[in-house]
């Protein structure tokens, strides 16, 4: 076989499957809906995470302003010896309420991330299956139109 024969039926090759390609088009549009879906799901998520943080933030941050206000309180110089064992004891005290209420705030934290999670979660799951829905549906469209031409301009 000689070198133009190759070169010719490469080029042959290449026009049937431009042709091919041509008469099954396909569309982006799909896939940069389901991009921008996911996209903005991960926004959400975003903000929820951020949010939970400044708010864990804060959480702390006032734990630890109040724990050193005890401390503060609790290393004063007292006249009695025993004020030293009271000052400890309400120092434990305050500081096992404190930690409950703090555990507390976390657990709200986490509960409202857990919810807003869930919520995201199932709307984006809609929001997916009708992306996915509707790309399979315009798909279908374009390959049945497709095959119908291909069908008519070979007979």
Known sequence: MLRSDIVTK???MN???????????????????A???????GEKMSRVAIEAAEKSTEISA????????????MTKVKDD?????????DFASAQAEMS????????????KVQMETVELMLAAGKDFSEDAT???????TDATAATKKATSAAA
Request: charged share 30%; hydrophobic share 45%; glycine share 0%.
């Open 10 to 12: 490469a080029d042959d």
């Open 134 to 140: 509707a790309a399979v549906k315009k798909a279908t």
């Open 62 to 73: 006032r734990w630890t302003k109040d724990s050193l206000t005890k401390v503060s309180e």
């Open 35 to 41: 991009f921008k879906t996911s996209a903005a799901l």
């Open 100 to 111: 409950a209420e703090t555990m507390a705030a976390f657990a709200e934290v986490a509960k």
């Open 81 to 89: 010896p025993q004020d030293y064992t009271k000052a400890m004891t």
């Open 15 to 33: 026009k049937m499957m431009q042709e091919m390609m041509a008469a099954f088009p396909y569309d982006a549009s799909s896939l940069q809906d």
